[in-house]
């Protein structure tokens, strides 16, 4: 403890030397990942557009926030009178909230960029005359039940969680005990085979843990290896989620109902889309009598250790790895994650699931990093003949397969993820209608479509540049009068497949479970419909199943009785949607990263795919290209 200790006081005094003694710093505490330094004058801090701290960052190398000192702030009242009256009246000011463990003030607003101001002048100026920090929150323009919880949790244990960061702060910046030796990379779940995603990281010193998934199929799901003896729950440093689709964060409570406390590393709108679909997946395994792998209450511990991060923020994880996360092109707040490894001893970027290539609601993933020698990337369509459709090309075939479906006077029903495929799609159909390229008919989505929807319009600096500039000038393009939220339809779906011509949107995206289910029981056997799959079927799914040409399907009823319904719909594949880089856009990514890689792990691919992707690989970038099965280790340094 002596050495930890030292390292610490190291960062202390460091510190308390660059500052002047008239900013009367109180105290300097660890919280996580960032360095919180408490001063009865912090305006000294914030002269100059934050020059001191610029200078601090620049010669401690960590990130610092400055917070009032609590015996000198304003009471609540009288701070919230001081905010009110900085702030423009444009902001529209919703809620302010003082956090009185953290020293924080929360002001959500339906602009937030007033109560921000040029440059953070007005942040500025709210910290140095109220001593409180400000953190700045957007009003979902759609309200947010998952928001509205998630903000609460925090706001409720907040005791608790500083707590915890200030534990995992002296864990970071504890004293480097053991040299760089080694670093592996080790394959616990996703490596030939697409699903349940998890990577060990491991150093002498430290071990992080990369994404952990579950993998869908027919009745049960499988998990990652996390019964290894190198994943041990005293030992684990951090664990990093990419995105929030299931197959990659899905079985994240699970560690914590076994004891694991450890800080948990992602982008914001992650952390919520996150808590949503972890709990719908509790929600249907319970409505279908399995047996819950963890409860609601795990599911909210794995949120209240969650620290979010930006786009492009260099953040210490560990006494020798620091994490960027860069924007991934997948779904909303999807990264890609950089990992740095001592001073400069090593550099691996997991692409998790990316897409080369703008999409409706997102711009394409970042290639640039400052350096890699480590490239483990996902070859999802790494086959030979997996070149999908340009996004023009399917937008076409969609508005065709719909546009003739309508004309028979049938209903189309697109089974979607609920992040990423269904706003995009969801766009799409609605401006064809709008564009007179269909004609008007109700688009039912159901299956927390729309909650996911809520949670993309909180965080319009995640989108396309256009689509962010409508929800800034408040022309919301999800609030549509085509499109209709279904909000637990239960018997009222027999009513809606009455409707027609219309539009059926619902999850699952793979048929694994969710109300899709009870509208292809209703529709199966409707010749006039049809069933349109625009997202990635994994192998033992009921959708590959159908698309390999299953046509006979057994549907169970609440009392345990099988019925069988013979498929007539019309099945059609639109995949010009995927949010996975085609093998077109893999094999460009490999020409365009930079720097260029020496090693590449091809993982997130079916066996055959990854074979047929690596002698590509090989001839693209010259690189050792290497496809290791689950439980393997790859020793890099």
Same mark, same amino acid.
Request: glycine share 6%; with cysteine.
């Given at each position: ?9 190291? !960062? ?38 934050? /020059?001191?701290?610029?200078?601090? !960052? ?66 500025? *100026? ?52 053991? @040299? ?6 080790? @394959? ?7 699903? +349940? ?22 009745? +049960? ?54 808590? =949503? ?7 249907? @395994? ?162 927390? &479509? ?17 689509? +962010? ?25 027999? /009513? ?7 539009? &059926? ?25 049809? =069933? ?11 959708? *590959? ?71 590509? @690989? ?6 050792? !290209? ?12």
């Amino acid at each position: 403890m002596r050495k930890v200790s030292n390292a610490i006081q190291d !960062v202390k005094n460091a510190i308390l030397s660059l500052v002047p003694p008239e900013a009367e710093v109180t105290r300097i505490d660890f919280e996580g990942p960032k360095i919180a330094v408490y001063s009865r004058r912090p305006h000294v801090f914030l002269a100059n557009r934050e /020059e001191l701290i610029k200078k601090l !960052v620049k010669t401690i190398k960590k990130r610092v926030v400055v917070r009032g000192d609590p015996e000198a702030r304003l009471k609540e009242r009288e701070a919230e009178e001081k905010i009110r009256d900085i702030v423009p009246e444009e902001a529209n000011i919703t809620l302010i909230y003082f956090n009185e463990t953290t020293g924080e003030v929360e002001i959500e607003a339906e602009k937030p960029g007033y109560v921000i101001g040029r440059d953070g002048v007005t942040l500025r *100026r709210i910290l140095a005359e109220t001593l409180w920090y400000p953190k700045v929150l957007r009003k979902p323009p759609i309200a947010s039940r998952t928001i509205y919880e998630v903000r609460e949790l925090f706001r409720s244990r907040s005791d608790e969680r500083l707590r915890f960061l200030r534990v995992v702060g002296h864990r970071i910046y504890r004293r480097q005990l053991i @040299a760089n030796e080694y670093v592996r990379i080790i @394959a616990l779940g996703g490596f030939q085979e697409v699903g +349940r995603s998890a990577i060990l990281i491991e150093t002498p010193e430290s071990r992080v843990l990369l994404d952990a998934g579950v993998k869908p199929s027919l009745g +049960r799901e499988e998990y990652p290896y996390f019964d290894l003896p190198e994943l041990d729950p005293d030992t684990l440093d951090a664990i990093v989620i990419t995105h929030a689709h299931l197959d990659h964060c899905g079985s994240l409570p699970y560690l914590f109902k076994y004891g694991f406390k450890v800080p948990v590393y992602m982008t914001e709108p992650t952390l919520y889309l996150m808590k =949503l679909l972890q709990e719908d997946y509790l929600k249907i @395994a319970e409505r279908d009598g399995r047996q819950l792998p963890y409860s609601h209450r795990d599911v909210a511990e794995a949120v209240l250790h969650s620290y979010t991060l930006k786009y492009g923020e260099v953040t210490d994880i560990a006494p020798d790895i620091r994490l960027t996360l860069y924007r991934s092109g997948h779904i909303l707040g999807a990264a890609l994650a950089h990992i740095h490894i001592g001073q400069g001893l090593v550099n691996i970027v997991y692409t998790s699931d990316f897409k080369f290539a703008r999409t409706g609601i997102l711009d394409p993933a970042n290639y640039q990093f400052p350096r890699v020698e480590v490239l483990i990337m996902e070859t999802t369509y790494g086959g030979h003949q997996d070149y999908l459709p340009g996004r023009g090309e399917a937008e076409r075939i969609l508005i065709e397969i719909v546009r003739k479906t309508f004309e028979r006077g049938g209903i189309v029903l697109i089974p979607v993820l609920a992040v990423g495929r269904a706003q995009d799609v969801l766009l799409v159909l609605n401006e064809a209608m709008e564009r007179g390229l269909l004609p008007s008919a109700p688009i039912y989505i159901e299956g927390m &479509i729309d909650e996911v929807t809520a949670i993309h319009t909180a965080f319009p600096e995640y989108l396309t540049p256009s689509l +962010r500039e409508r929800i800034y000038r408040g022309e919301n393009p999800f609030t549509s009068p085509n499109i209709n939220i279904l909000r637990q339809a239960g018997e009222e779906r027999g /009513e809606i497949v009455r409707i027609r011509p219309s539009i &059926i949107m619902s999850t699952s995206g793979m048929l694994t479970g969710g109300p899709v289910m009870d509208y292809l029981k209703l529709l199966a056997e409707d010749e006039k419909s049809s =069933l349109v799959f625009v997202s990635y079927q994994i192998e033992g799914t009921l959708g *590959r199943k159908i698309l390999q040409g299953l046509r006979r399907l057994a549907f169970v009823d609440a009392r345990g009785k099988v019925e069988m319904r013979e498929l007539k719909m019309e099945v059609h594949r639109v995949e010009g949607f995927s949010g996975h880089s085609d093998r077109r856009q893999l094999e460009f990514y490999l020409r365009k990263i930079t720097p260029k890689p020496k090693r590449i792990i091809l993982v997130h691919g079916e066996r055959s795919k990854i074979k047929s992707f690596k002698r590509q @690989a090989e001839r693209i970038s010259g690189a050792e !290209v290497l496809t290791p099965q689950n439980l393997e280790a790859i020793r890099v340094v």
